[in-house]
């Protein structure tokens, strides 16, 4: 559209006229006619460096997406000899966005939780919150080593 401008313009129309026919504002008609008179075609192209910048580099959101593939520190693995071992007991079992944004940072990425989020999710990887099998909103449900199952008081015939 903006060589089209200048096209118009170079026929001898106009900025109303030229505005009118490609349906732009004479203000935005005026402003290329002028960036063009004074830089040539390349004043035809986009200005660079609109916008925010990121914050974080394509190699470090690369990073951070491969670390979401990587067993957690603290998921239990079974020896070769049939024992359950943990990398690191302290750290997560599983990946949340709280613990994955906690690694980025002890790697050196300064990123949010949100930020890890958005990333994932532009990268198509569904984030969702995990659930334990511990945790039940059924009241007559015990957790493992508070009762056994002949303790666990049983519910009312309806």
């Known amino acids: 559209m903006r060589a089209r401008m200048i096209e118009l313009s170079w026929s001898g129309l106009r900025v109303p006229t030229i505005a009118v026919e490609l349906d732009y504002s004479r203000k935005t008609v005026r402003c290329w006619l002028h ?85 994932l999710l532009a990268e198509g990887v569904r984030w969702r919150r995990t659930r334990s099998w511990m945790r039940s909103k059924d009241p007559d449900f015990v957790p493992k080593g508070q009762g056994s199952s002949a303790s666990t008081p049983s519910r009312p015939a309806t």
Request: charged share 30%; proline share 5%.
């Open 35 to 119: 960036r063009f008179n004074r830089l040539g075609l390349q004043g035809l192209d986009d200005l660079g460096g609109q916008g925010r910048k990121r914050r974080i580099t394509e190699h470090e959101r690369s990073r951070i997406i491969s670390l979401v593939k990587t067993v957690p520190p603290g998921r239990l693995r079974w020896e070769p000899v049939g024992e359950l071992w943990a990398f690191d007991e302290s750290g997560p079992a599983e990946w949340t966005l709280d613990s994955l944004a906690a690694a980025a940072r002890a790697e050196g990425i300064e990123v949010a939780r949100s930020q890890a989020r958005r990333i």
